[in-house]
């Protein structure tokens, strides 16, 4: 019906197709690329519809001191988070469509009054060109392109998501210690930090390299058997957690919330992979249209595009952490999304960016810029750098000129406006005789989906930081 390629191609060529601003030069900067995919049944079930509903670029996130109290400014701006929030922009849409009377791709009534869900035969994907950053990018190398002999495979390895996530690092770390017994010295390197800036990737760094950069051949001499080592990320666990023991295989922690990587100032957005992990149980909608949802909507897939890539590290990191969630409210479950790969490279990213690279270009970098684009009927093109709109001049900060449509702010406003169309007798419950005024008020008013995170957050997060309240009090 649909496969990992067609997806990555359908979502490469609808990049291509959107106009220059705020995409990578060739050849010196590199981005990512993330989108949702509306997948439709044809009514004799036969054929899919698959149709980009949202999709975003972008590699960076601001520091703490750069947030603003009033919903300004993204936090976040990895292209799966810009993905998500294009996707609720579209969402919003369908509903305020659903509830005014007009046709909506997406939304029928349901069984509830002033209750929505999502039409029979519809679906959606996730589709993101690398390996989400945080507890994803954590694997032990096994060197498999540039590995001259074939890995031993470890027979513990194969059932180890059953016996728990402790158990499953070691059975990696065994596998990594029988595989990785030689291993050349450039292994990966295309994927080592490249900047000073922000960026998403899976840092390398093979310690004990062989100096001469040849490859090594199947001999079993001790002196040429190398240490294993993990892949690597720079993003730091979350405060108040036991720190990374930065050693060898276990250098990083496995499981663990993690903030963004970067260096510059510490940041408080969470991880790609652990965002990832939460949608899986709280829905990809947010708190705001919950109010509207007989259920959450969740992903059925993640398609991920060619990249450094490990299967078991992307079940643990979406999957394993939240299977043992329960007690969730009604409507909501552990949904855990398929996980495929695709064998498409997206053509911006770093390692497609560096083989193309000429010296007269100046050194390679992370695009500063991110895209929005989602299948809304008025400027589907949102195109911001550093949380703003690109291009706003200083002045301009604090005007609506400068501000996303993808902000918080503009996102609780599009909300608004669903609400205001919304005739009385249709509202939802949880949105009646109530004296709701910020976004802080709408969003715990979201009764259902509020329990859920708390059970999410008591049994498989309990150090997901909190959003500080001041920030989230504007109306
Ligand atoms: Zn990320």
Redesign the pocket.
Known sequence: MWSPDEVASLCYNHFNNLPKRGKPEAGREWTLLAAVILLTDSSDQKTVHKQVVSLGTGTKCIGQSAMSMKGEILNDS?A?VIARRGCVRYLTEQLYRAVSGQSSDVFCPGSEEGKWTVKSGVSFLFFTSQT??GDASIFPMTGNQAQPCEPVKSIQSEDSERRGLKRQAESELEETRQGQRIKTSDSHSSHRKSGDTEE?DIITENKGSNPSNKVLHCQPEVEKVQPPDLHRTGAKCVPDSPADPLQGLVYHRFGALRV?PGRGERTLSL??SDKLARWGVLGFQGALLSHYLEAPVYFRAVVVGKCLYNHQAMQRALKTRCSDVRDLPSGFSVHAPEILQSSLEFPHNHTHTESKHTHTQGRISPCGAAISWCAVSQQPLDVTANGYKQGVTKKALGTLQARSLISKVELFHSFLKLVAATKDSQLPESLCGKDLKTYWDYKQAAGLYQQAWTQLRLQAFPLWPRSPRELLLFS
């Open positions: 990895h799966e989400p950053c998403h963004k991880s790609c």
